[in-house]
């Protein structure tokens, strides 16, 4: 008898599937309709945490321009997007670095630092694309006198400041990340440095209305970082391949010498001739005044070279001692060569006896035995 065979079915559209999966597609169906009828009726709170704040119509010659200020209604803003950079956050860990780490084998401290790094890399890049096309549409690259003229820059294009609420909440997120990531005592003072000093110079250019000159001063910095860790995240794939430290390095001291320049340019020249040095909080004109001080100009100036001689001085140092290192190692090996070749010219044939084999007996030169003969009793 012959039987016939059963056709399989995929699973997604099996019975049983369909029948666990109703309540679940309708639960779903009930759930989006009734965030569509909350989103209604709470559509003006969901955009106080979804969009930036404080919109002012601002007169030009074209018309009016909508254009944005703080307030204490951006920490709203910035809570909700620490949220989805810990989101995004946890995407990147899990659907890339996790995966590239299962076949790399790292040891624990490795793993901890390529996370880090595959982590400021996806960081660095997105910001270093979005800067730029910032610094561009805007014109701050073009015309670089837009850095100092019309200070204080109070009012704000969107994108601008859009830019600066997602970097503070990113840097924010990087706080409970410290425990979420399971980071080691050791490394958590050097991270909190670190993030301390990237939120007072995002959060410093944002009250200060030196927006324009942040933006670039993060530009510069972005394309050190992203450089310094995408060479980090190649030698711990290579540990033989440390090219991309020397472009880093020439990155690196470029990026200071324009940021050093910046600085002066603009605080040292360019906000003293600002026409606009009057106290008006109204305006919110609050800091412009500070800058016409000549004493809080060279204040500013010398803390400022001071922290970049800081800078350098710890770049110097590191290139110094991992040139050390180098040729130590570069010696070792020249050393463990030529003891090598050295053992094996001390190394020579044994010494045979004269003379040549035949027939398992040894002959001398002249064919007799080199053995002595025993002489016979009389």
């Known amino acids: 008898m012959a039987f016939r065979r059963r056709a399989k079915s995929h699973p997604l559209?099996?019975?049983?599937?369909?029948?666990?999966?109703?309540?679940?597609?309708?639960?779903?169906?009930?759930?989006?309709?009734?965030?569509?009828?909350?989103?209604?009726?709470t559509a003006k709170t969901a955009f106080l945490f979804i969009l930036p704040q404080y919109n002012v119509s601002v007169p030009t010659a074209d018309g009016e321009l909508v254009q944005y200020h703080y307030g204490l209604k951006d920490l709203v803003t910035i809570l909700f997007y620490i949220f989805i950079a810990i989101i995004l956050h946890a995407v990147v860990q899990e659907y890339a670095l996790d995966k590239i780490n299962r076949r790399l084998h790292l040891s624990k401290v490795k793993h901890s630092k390529f996370n880090e790094s595959g982590q400021l890399v996806a960081f660095h890049l997105t910001s270093l694309i979005w800067c730029l096309y910032v610094v561009v549409t805007e014109g701050y690259i073009s015309n670089p006198r837009s850095l100092w003229e019309n200070y204080p820059?109070?009012?704000?294009?969107?994108?601008?400041?859009?830019?600066?609420?997602?970097?503070?909440?990113?840097w924010l997120h990087a706080l409970p990340e410290l425990y979420f990531q399971k980071v080691r005592k050791e490394d958590i003072p050097r991270q909190l440095q670190c993030i301390a000093l990237y939120l007072a110079h995002i959060a410093g250019a944002y009250l200060l209305n030196l927006s324009r000159l942040g933006l670039i001063l993060l530009l510069l910095q972005y394309l050190a970082e992203f450089f310094f860790h995408m060479a980090r995240l190649?030698?711990?794939?290579?540990?033989?391949?440390?090219?991309?430290?020397?472009?880093?390095a020439v990155v690196f001291v470029?990026?200071?010498?324009?940021?050093?320049?910046?600085?002066?340019?603009?605080?040292?020249?360019?906000?003293?001739?600002?026409?606009?040095?009057?106290?008006?909080?109204?305006?919110?004109?609050?800091?412009?005044?500070?800058?016409?001080?000549?004493?809080?100009?060279?204040s500013v100036l010398l803390l400022v070279?001071?922290?970049?001689?800081?800078?350098?001085?710890?770049?110097?140092?590191?290139?110094?001692?991992?040139?050390?290192?180098?040729?130590?190692?570069?010696?070792?090996?020249?050393?463990?060569?030529?003891?090598?070749?050295?053992?094996?010219?001390?190394?020579?044939?044994?010494?045979r006896d004269?003379?040549?084999?035949?027939?398992?007996?040894?002959?001398?030169?002249?064919?007799?035995?080199?053995?002595?003969?025993?002489?016979?009793?009389?």
């Open 13 to 41: 559209f099996s019975q049983e599937f369909l029948i666990h999966n109703h309540a679940d597609i309708g639960f779903c169906l009930v759930l989006s309709v009734f965030i569509a009828l909350m989103f209604e009726v």
């Open 153 to 170: 820059h109070v009012y704000l294009p969107f994108q601008v400041k859009f830019f600066y609420l997602c970097q503070l909440a990113y």
């Open 234 to 248: 190649v030698y711990f794939t290579d540990e033989n391949n440390e090219k991309l430290f020397n472009v880093w």
């Open 254 to 298: 470029v990026t200071k010498l324009f940021t050093l320049t910046l600085y002066i340019l603009v605080i040292g020249f360019g906000l003293p001739r600002v026409e606009n040095q009057a106290l008006e909080p109204e305006r919110g004109n609050l800091f412009s005044f500070l800058f016409n001080n000549i004493l809080f100009r060279m």
């Open 305 to 351: 070279c001071l922290f970049q001689a800081s800078v350098m001085w710890r770049f110097i140092h590191f290139q110094l001692r991992r040139w050390r290192e180098y040729w130590h190692e570069q010696s070792s090996r020249k050393r463990a060569a030529a003891a090598t070749a050295g053992a094996k010219q001390q190394a020579k044939p044994l010494k």
């Open 354 to 378: 004269s003379g040549y084999h035949e027939n398992g007996v040894v002959k001398a030169e002249n064919g007799t035995s080199p053995r002595t003969k025993k002489l016979k009793s009389p």
